[in-house]
């Protein structure tokens, strides 16, 4: 696609966006008034937040009209979550960790009009659309973590058993060797001193 093929292109999507615009009768400008008077807010879905459970956040003004219209397309918003991480977009994914003590995030949206530029209050200052999120320690995650535990308790048993059968095999074997081989091979089963100790009288014996 060449430059001209391209410009062509945006000029049809730019056209039938202002159509969309005419039908719903709704402009950028009136979802900017629309912020300007705070009309709008975050919601959370689902309203209870788990951590590492995804959560979808999304704006929403008070006339519901607004919320379906076309002219949301030239507005963008820019999401920040409290946790260093951001997103864009009317509606959004996200979920958080819980770093320590810090379980409550503050969410932030802020919005750019059609030209790229913050969209401001009547004093100047960007309109910011916040929310604050409590997050609860994951119940899924807790039950995981415990069964986990106690299958490895029960490998850990089993290994150890199976261990000290070996073991047990290996110093019956031992203890019919000569001194040194008998002392390589009880280094190399891993036994105690005692355990040393106790075959070199029963070598010396015999």
Known sequence: MNIDQARSLQSHIQARLLLREMQDD???????????????????????????????????????????A???????????????????????????????????????????????????????DPIIVASTVKIHPSELGRGVGERTRTELLKLSAALLIAVFGLVSGAQDQITKLDVLPGLVAVFLVGFSADSIKRLLTTTAKI
Not at 38 to 66: G, N, T
Not at 113 to 118: A, F, K, M
Request: proline share 4%; aromatic share 12%; net charge negative.
């Open 26 to 68: 709704i402009f950028p400008e009136r979802l900017v008034e629309a912020l300007r008077a705070q009309d709008a807010v975050i919601l959370m879905d689902p309203s209870f937040a788990y951590e590492r459970s995804p959560l979808e956040f999304c704006i929403s003004f008070h006339k519901s009209a607004l919320n379906t």
């Open 70 to 124: 076309a002219a949301r397309e030239e507005i963008e918003v820019e999401w920040g979550f409290g946790d260093g991480l951001t997103g864009k977009g009317w509606t959004v994914s996200h979920y958080f960790q819980i770093k320590g003590h810090e379980d409550t995030y503050q969410v932030q949206a802020r919005f750019h009009d059609p030209s790229g530029e913050i969209i401001n209050t009547d004093v100047g």
